[in-house]
């Protein structure tokens, strides 16, 4: 057992650590790192913190990965009250393991549940939390090239009550895949489809939280991508301003060395593209969040004022965007070199090959 900081202005908690006894050879461990893909395969543990109204945060564990048990009437699973973040850990030359802005990740998460209703889990939790799963499947943490433990904490309604209010009984779990390119092919600039008949979300809507409810309602459309051969969907809002892709931000670059990124209340705040715009500013370039059209931003290619288009998230990390296709147009997009070097600076910090200069990196093990 463990405790978190003592100097914490929350009370320490205690983890009570159940080790899995089936846990993965160091065989099977090998053969997964060597091709880990997304989200497929996971860790040997999970965390889990319970919550109640009288409760508050009690009963924090490790325990084997494995199946939760969720009485049917569950409310997570009929109003989707449910909330996540995505963050990975990065294996250093000398064998430490790091994380990445956590304290960003965890004032989201608290962003996040005061818009669905639930919970704010305080910072010390959440980092603790994060700690706690890799330092018990450390051994999960990859060393190749991009590669990485990408950690997955998620907080739902777990009260059985099916009346329309904000569950009493809350469940916050954090489970760890290890991670190579989300796209398959590596880095390489991607297809956008331009989704005009539907929207991820809407003005006072969830938009700005990180809940599945957005991700469900981009499915449709990124099936509609696939079908049109692309990679992912770019979302518009109702005055037809650009907001961002299914899962990741986007950023242009123009020829006189703005770099222009949407501002709106209802896109997700990306902790990866914060860190490139800060990257950027770092080396003189003007940063402006703020309103950009669709029509701005194909005009912008067209003429050339927009020299770059790329897209960016933790999962994905940089990805520079090739084409942009609508009904009855496929644009291809200019491609630069900032992308590409902004990525290249971000991994070097991320994985202790360059110093970290904004102190972003917390050590996990
Ligand atoms: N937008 C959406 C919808 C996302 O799912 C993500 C990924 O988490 C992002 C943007 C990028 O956020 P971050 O850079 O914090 O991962
Ligand atoms: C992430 O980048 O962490 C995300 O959550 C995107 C995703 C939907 C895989």
Request: glycine letters at 10%; one cysteine or more; a negative charge.
């Amino acid at each position: 057992m463990t405790t978190i900081d003592a100097q914490a202005t929350v009370t320490p908690l205690e983890f009570a650590v159940t080790k899995n006894l089936n846990a993965a050879t160091p065989a099977r461990i090998a053969e997964v790192l060597a091709n880990p893909g997304f989200g497929t395969v996971f860790t040997d543990h999970m965390v889990d913190i319970c919550w109640s109204v009288n409760g508050g945060w009690h009963r924090p564990r490790v325990q084997p990965y494995g199946p939760i048990a969720l009485d049917p009437a569950a409310s997570v699973l009929h109003y989707g009250q449910e909330i996540f973040e995505g963050i990975k850990a990065y294996r250093h030359a000398d064998d430490s393991v790091h994380t990445f802005r956590p304290d960003r990740n965890a004032a989201r998460l608290q962003a996040s549940a005061r818009r669905l209703a639930l919970p704010e889990l305080p910072t010390e939790y959440f980092i603790e939390s994060l700690r706690q799963l890799v330092s018990i499947d450390e051994r999960w943490v990859p060393s190749g090239d991009d590669q990485s433990l990408y950690l997955r904490p998620f907080m739902f309604a777990k009260e059985a009550f099916l009346g329309v209010r904000a569950a009493q009984k809350v469940a916050y779990y954090v489970i760890a895949s290890p991670a190579g390119a989300y796209f398959t092919g590596g880095v390489k600039p991607v297809r956008i489809w331009l989704s005009e008949e539907y929207a991820r979300a809407g003005e006072g809507g969830t938009g700005k939280a990180k809940t599945g409810g957005n991700y469900a309602s981009s499915l449709l459309p990124q099936a509609e991508a696939y079908a049109k051969g692309c990679d992912q969907v770019v979302f518009l809002n109702e005055h037809r301003d650009v907001e961002e892709l299914g899962g990741m931000n986007v950023v242009f670059v123009f020829k006189d060395g703005r770099i222009v990124t949407p501002e709106s209340d209802s896109i997700l705040e990306g902790i990866t593209r914060d860190s490139l715009l800060q990257l950027a500013e770092d080396r003189g370039y003007t940063v402006e969040k703020r309103v950009i059209s669709i029509d701005e931003w194909r005009q912008g290619v067209a003429s050339g004022d927009i020299v770059e288009v790329f897209a960016c998230g933790t999962a994905a990390v940089v990805t520079p965007i090739g084409a942009l296709v609508g009904e009855g147009f496929d644009e291809a997009q200019p491609l630069g070199e900032l992308a590409l070097s902004l990525r290249e600076e971000l991994t070097d910090i991320q994985y202790g090959r360059r110093e970290d200069r904004h102190g972003w990196l917390v050590q996990l093990a």
